[in-house]
């Protein structure tokens, strides 16, 4: 079964074509890597994929549901962990989780379980009670990574999860997450700009200019081009010219996101 199964889609903002005519699938338990420059069209592709901004024309589905015309099964079977932090610092661990739980609509009876599942899982049930703003830099990120479990989602999506992050901490978060994808079998779909993160995706696509331009495993790509670094492979498919890239069109995408949650998911 597919994960996710995107045909021809396109995103349009005026004259600005975000997004032309993409097509790809992920695996059910693949990880897999979205990669590209600053304005290539992945914040875009992600947020169509994530039920953010609606699609000008093609089609995805996420987890079986039409990103369009169900977009409330996709958004219960997906996990969210975004580039800028979103957890409330004034709050406990404890309780961002169960703000998320009933975001969620779960049972509150198997809500207790689930965050100390979770919170055992990144190693901060200890931290449970301390508020959020005394965490560090890795340890909001965990925390980020236990919420976009709570719920159980089939898909989880990672914006840049260690950006920003030193090498110790960026090396267990990703120890975390290549055990619960083993464990569950969670899909995972993540962005990075860190090539030896890349290396561990099972496959991994590069986005220029609003198009796919490569797609396969990390080492098909590297033995297709003839380099033994990732780095060289995006830049072969991409230049090697820096890019500011541009504003994201459809805003924040973890505010926009929320913002739906607490209109009901509507």
């Not at 990672?158 to 975390?176: A, H, K």
């Amino acid at each position: 079964m597919k994960a996710i199964e995107v045909t021809r889609l396109r995103k349009h903002y005026g004259e600005v074509e975000a997004v032309r005519d993409v097509s790809f699938d992920v695996a059910a338990g693949e990880v897999f890597g979205f990669l590209g420059p600053n304005g290539a069209g992945k914040t875009t592709t992600i947020n169509m994929l994530c039920t953010l901004a609606a699609p000008t024309s093609g089609s995805a589905t996420v987890g079986g549901f039409d990103v369009v015309t169900h977009r409330d099964d996709v958004r219960h079977n997906i996990g969210l962990v975004f580039q800028d932090p979103t957890v409330d610092g004034y709050l406990t661990g404890e309780q961002n989780l169960r703000l998320h739980a009933g975001l969620y609509g779960m049972d509150r009876d198997v809500i207790p379980a689930r965050i100390r599942q979770v919170l055992d899982m990144v190693e901060l049930w200890d931290r449970r009670t301390a508020k959020v703003f005394s965490y560090s830099g890795g340890m909001r990120r965990r925390l980020e990574i236990a919420r976009g479990l709570m719920h159980t989602p089939r898909v989880l999506f990672l914006d840049e999860p260690t950006i920003g992050l030193d090498p110790q901490t960026r090396r267990t978060i990703w120890s975390y997450i290549s055990a619960l994808q083993e464990a569950a079998g969670i899909t995972v779909f993540m962005t990075t700009h860190y090539m030896e993160e890349a290396e561990l995706c099972d496959r991994v696509a590069i986005m220029d200019r609003g198009e796919i331009v490569a797609l396969d495993t990390p080492a098909a790509l590297k033995a297709s081009v003839g380099v033994d670094h990732l780095d060289d492979v995006f830049i072969h498919y991409t230049g090697s010219a820096i890019r500011d890239g541009v504003a994201d069109p459809v805003g924040a995408a973890n505010q926009a996101l929320m913002r739906a949650m607490q209109r009901g998911r509507k």
